[in-house]
């Protein structure tokens, strides 16, 4: 599911998943602040549809889809999206904005995804990975779903920022989880993630067999600089989220199908 983020100092304890990440606790809060703010709405979805390029006509699944504004987006751009999400308070706002015959599911990354095997054309995973101690099962399971020559395309915190933004300073080649507190729309909310270091991140995309195609740190959309004219300078000179497409290689035939 995608995140706002304003670097917050993080807490030095680990990640308590009984008190951090329930979504249905805070959907409406945190959906409307998703909406409209610089770092999802200016930065972090126009460089994902960006990466996605002409989607006329391809099947997506949205892997964590929250409450669907880059499904709505994907699908306003031709394709035939299906949206998956683990909390269904998002995925009621998700069918509020999609409407009531969209292709939405309760699912959790960590299980077996209900589809078929090459499914899908894409699966989009916008901010969802770094919530995730093992990346291993959920990136087979859409290597699985994806048909030969399809594509991940993902974005995660950049793993710099992780280790910049706390102190004392993490030990960057480890794989640990950490909480922060956000604010969504005057609610305050914990969440936890796992930090890893970029090699991790890479080497998890090629065991689950996958080929890198494109790793990517973009600019805000220069839309937002009258919109939020000191965040925007504080974005565009700083690290922000990472990006990737990874591909799912073609069959000994060439066959893409």
Sequence with gaps: MDRATDMPEASPQPADPAQ??????????????NEN?????????????????????RRILDAGCGSGPLSAALRDRGANVTGIDASAGMLSLARRRLGHDAALYVADLSDPLPFADGAFDDVVA??????????????????????????????????????????????YSATTSYTC???????????SFWRRPLHAMTDAFTAAGFRLSVISEPQPDPAARELF?????????KIGFLFFVVEVPLSATGSGE
């Design 229 to 237: 004219p000191d965040d925007f300078h504080a974005l565009s000179t």
């Design 181 to 191: 507190e956000f604010t969504f729309s005057g609610q305050s909310v914990p969440l």
């Design 37 to 57: 703010n610089l770092l999802n709405a200016y930065y972090e979805r126009p460089a994902m549809l960006a990466l996605a390029g002409d989607v006329a006509g």
């Design 20 to 33: 951090a990440n329930d979504y249905d606790s805070f959907a409406e809060a945190y959906s409307a602040d």
């Design 126 to 171: 916008s901010l969802v990975l770094h919530y995730l101690e093992d990346w291993g099962p959920a990136l087979a399971e859409m290597q699985r779903v994806l048909k030969p020559g399809g594509r991940l395309i993902a974005s995660v915190q950049h793993p710099f920022v992780d280790y910049a933004i706390q102190d004392p300073r993490p030990d």
